[in-house]
T-cell receptor, first 110, second 114 residues
Framework: LAKTTQPISMDSYEGQEVNITCSHNNIATNDYITWYQQFPSQGPRFIIQGYKTKVTNEVASLFIPADRKSSTLSLPRVSLSDTAVYYCLVGDSGNTPLVFGKGTRLSVIA | DGGITQSPKYLFRKEGQNVTLSCEQNLNHDAMYWYRQDPGQGLRLIYYSQIVNDFQKGDIAEGYSVSREKKESFPLTVTSAQKNPTAFYLC?????????????FGDGTRLSIL
């Protein structure tokens, strides 16, 4: 499984755009990149998934460069309710389940 | 609504007791998972099942057992052999196993030792 590396924590003010970068240098050809969000005392929630280039949904954007060795989750105009832990995972459709690291703890400040 | 239901939300165990955590899904997903989360840490995989009547150990299976007799149910038993069971337990499911299918999570069960 491709290992991922993310910053342990980040701080941001309300209304700013937040970019969280995840490094996955040994990503395999068939691997997808998936991001989850977790609030305290809740299960993680799927945010976005991509394979290459850019993916956008109503919550976030995911930027993946051509070499796919990293990816960036972009949260536009964050609010206090975006304070959470964000996990980056890499895996394919094979039988091996994903591995959750410690994630990035985002704190949004008023 | 479709989803995953974990029960109970809080559970207390006496030393030497086995306890079973319930996980039910009505998403018609083939794969189900159990994770453990300790304070300030990420999720660690205990067991997973990709199909009924089959399951595999994850990274920290010692002291735990599971069964998958029905597609919608994947109960986890924390046995007395698990010496440090106090943690937040999360159940998840996905359409199929592997890393390309997003996982759907329950709201967790918090287990504490009396």
């Amino acid at each position: 499984l491709a290992k991922t590396t993310q910053p342990i924590s980040m701080d941001s003010y309300e209304g700013q755009e937040v970019n969280i970068t995840c490094s996955h240098n040994n990503i395999a050809t068939n691997d997808y990149i998936t991001w989850y969000q977790q609030f305290p005392s809740q299960g993680p929630r799927f945010i976005i998934q991509g394979y290459k280039t850019k993916v956008t949904n109503e919550v976030a954007s995911l930027f993946i460069p051509a070499d796919r060795k990293s990816s960036t989750l972009s949260l536009p105009r964050v609010s206090l309710s975006d304070t959470a832990v964000y996990y980056c995972l890499v895996g394919d459709s094979g039988n091996t389940p994903l591995v959750f690291g410690k994630g990035t703890r985002l704190s949004v400040i008023a | 609504d479709g989803g995953i239901t974990q029960s109970p939300k809080y559970l207390f165990r006496k030393e030497g007791q086995n306890v079973t955590l319930s996980c039910e899904q009505n998403l018609n997903h083939d794969a189900m998972y159990w994770y453990r989360q300790d304070p300030g840490q990420g999720l660690r995989l205990i067991y997973y099942s990709q199909i009924v009547n089959d399951f595999q150990k994850g990274d920290i299976a010692e002291g735990y057992s599971v069964s998958r007799e029905k597609k919608e149910s994947f109960p986890l038993t924390v046995t007395s052999a698990q010496k440090n069971p106090t943690a937040f337990y999360l159940c998840a499911s996905s359409i199929s196993g592997g890393g390309s299918q997003p996982q759907h999570f329950g709201d967790g069960t918090r287990l504490s030792i009396l």
